[in-house]
């Protein structure tokens, strides 16, 4: 596939570590989908990254599938983008232990979400949460990649990987492409609905909206969700000012292509009673065609099967080329 064509190639992927949410849809799962005409699109599954955290095995079993349908339900096709699940594709493992072996004690120190995830779990710190970076390194560089699609949050990560990739070419010649982080413009970040200050996260289940949320419950948390003190109480875009309003009205926009001030207009004289169902509708419609067509997925294993397979196999021979040239250029033996 890579070989024959000249389109630039991009590659993400999530943690099957629970269920989607509406920030990974809005700030990730979304914009992967219009891409795959322009870009050759690998997005896996990163089930090895998920061990970091414990995790119950038939409930990591249960998301690995329910991800893989619900990547194909939010549009990614897997004629047209190589979906796989990274366990399934040992070079992963391989590369990452090569990168651990280049990657330094003090670089992994300094990231961000080790820190957070140490603060969270302090009875497991373990050295796989510490050496995450250099897996995900790993994830990406196999493929060669030009740009690598994720939210703020992953930035870091990413960056680190540049590093990585330019300390190894400067050592052996050219053999990983250095990629770029690829951040969307709207979505980046959507808030969490009972806390406008924390972002949108499956450890806030209430304010989260699951994409298989029913639409009663979808309903149900946008009543609910925490609008602001101010005594305005007008529909009005103002991060800053309004943060719950906002956070809303960016949701609003999203589902339905509408701008700001489009929006300002529609619920002009109207107060928050108004808006926060509105919101609610607009996602309940915009996640009904997802929920229903993951569900039809998952009920045909032998699909998801197929998939999966076919998405290691096309991953495995992209991804062992790279492999064999750093085992080359670093001095291992051919077997
Ligand atoms: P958690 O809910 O435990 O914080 P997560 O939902 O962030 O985890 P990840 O697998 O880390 O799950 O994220 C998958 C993708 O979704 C990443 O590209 C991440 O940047 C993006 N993402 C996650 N939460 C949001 C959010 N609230 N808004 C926008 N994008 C998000
Ligand atoms: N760390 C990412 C998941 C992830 C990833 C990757 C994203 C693992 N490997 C490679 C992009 C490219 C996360 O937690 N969202």
């Given at each position: 596939?890579?070989?024959?064509?000249?389109?630039?190639?991009?590659?993400?992927?999530?943690?099957?570590?629970g269920a989607l949410h509406?920030?990974?849809?809005?700030?990730?799962?979304?914009?992967?989908?219009?891409?795959?005409?322009?870009?050759?699109?690998?997005?896996?599954?990163?089930?090895?990254?998920?061990?970091?955290?414990?995790?119950?095995?038939?409930?990591?079993?249960?998301?690995?599938?329910?991800?893989?349908?619900?990547?194909?339900?939010?549009?990614?096709?897997?004629?047209?983008?190589?979906?796989?699940?990274?366990?399934?594709?040992?070079?992963?493992?391989?590369?990452?232990?090569?990168?651990?072996?280049?990657?330094?004690?003090?670089?992994?120190?300094?990231?961000?979400?080790?820190?957070?995830?140490?603060?969270?779990?302090?009875?497991?710190?373990?050295?796989?949460?510490?050496?995450?970076?250099?897996?995900?390194?790993?994830?990406?560089?196999?493929?060669?990649?030009?740009?690598?699609?994720?939210?703020?949050?992953?930035?870091?990560?990413?960056?680190?990987?540049?590093?990585?990739?330019?300390?190894?070419?400067?050592?052996?010649?050219?053999?990983?492409?250095?990629?770029?982080?690829?951040?969307?413009?709207?979505?980046?970040r959507v808030m969490s609905?009972?806390?406008?200050?924390?972002?949108?996260?499956?450890?806030?289940?209430?304010?989260?909206?699951?994409?298989?949320?029913?639409?009663?419950?979808?309903?149900?948390?946008?009543?609910?969700?925490?609008?602001?003190?101010?005594?305005?109480?007008?529909?009005?875009?103002?991060?800053?000012?309004?943060?719950?309003?906002?956070?809303?009205?960016?949701?609003?926009?999203?589902?339905?292509?509408?701008?700001?001030?489009?929006?300002?207009?529609?619920?002009?004289?109207?107060?928050?009673?108004?808006?926060?169902?509105?919101?609610?509708?607009?996602?309940?419609?915009?996640?009904?065609?997802?929920?229903?067509?993951?569900?039809?997925?998952?009920a045909d294993k032998a699909?998801?099967?197929?998939?999966?397979?076919?998405?290691?196999?096309?991953?495995?021979?992209?991804?062992?080329?790279?492999?064999?040239?750093?085992?080359?250029?670093?001095?291992?033996?051919?077997?």
């Amino acid at each position: 596939m890579s070989e024959t064509t000249e389109k630039k190639v991009m590659l993400s992927g999530i943690q099957p570590s629970g269920a989607l949410h509406l920030g990974n849809y809005l700030g990730a799962i979304k914009n992967w989908g219009a891409r795959s005409e322009e870009f050759e699109c690998f997005y896996f599954l990163a089930d090895l990254h998920t061990l970091t955290v414990r995790q119950v095995p038939a409930e990591l079993r249960r998301h690995t599938l329910e991800l893989l349908a619900s990547y194909i339900a939010c549009g990614l096709d897997p004629e047209k983008n190589t979906l796989f699940i990274q366990s399934h594709v040992p070079q992963h493992a391989e590369l990452g232990w090569v990168l651990d072996c280049y990657t330094m004690f003090g670089e992994l120190s300094r990231m961000t979400q080790f820190k957070d995830k140490s603060a969270k779990h302090a009875d497991n710190i373990n050295a796989g949460l510490f050496t995450y970076p250099c897996l995900m390194a790993a994830d990406i560089l196999l493929y060669q990649p030009d740009y690598v699609p994720v939210g703020e949050d992953q930035k870091q990560h990413v960056e680190l990987t540049r590093n990585v990739a330019q300390r190894f070419n400067n050592l052996y010649g050219e053999t990983f492409k250095v990629p770029e982080p690829y951040i969307p413009k709207t979505g980046a970040r959507v808030m969490s609905l009972n806390d406008p200050a924390s972002k949108m996260s499956k450890s806030i289940p209430e304010g989260c909206v699951f994409l298989l949320d029913k639409p009663e419950e979808i309903q149900r948390k946008f009543k609910r969700a925490v609008t602001d003190s101010d005594t305005e109480r007008c529909v009005r875009y103002d991060p800053a000012a309004k943060p719950g309003v906002s956070n809303l009205m960016s949701i609003y926009a999203a589902c339905t292509g509408r701008s700001y001030a489009e929006i300002e207009a529609e619920f002009d004289g109207q107060g928050y009673g108004a808006f926060k169902p509105a919101v609610g509708d607009a996602v309940i419609e915009t996640l009904r065609p997802i929920r229903e067509e993951t569900q039809r997925l998952l009920a045909d294993k032998a699909y998801l099967e197929g998939v999966y397979r076919a998405g290691a196999e096309r991953a495995g021979a992209v991804a062992n080329k790279t492999l064999r040239k750093v085992y080359k250029k670093v001095g291992l033996l051919p077997r």
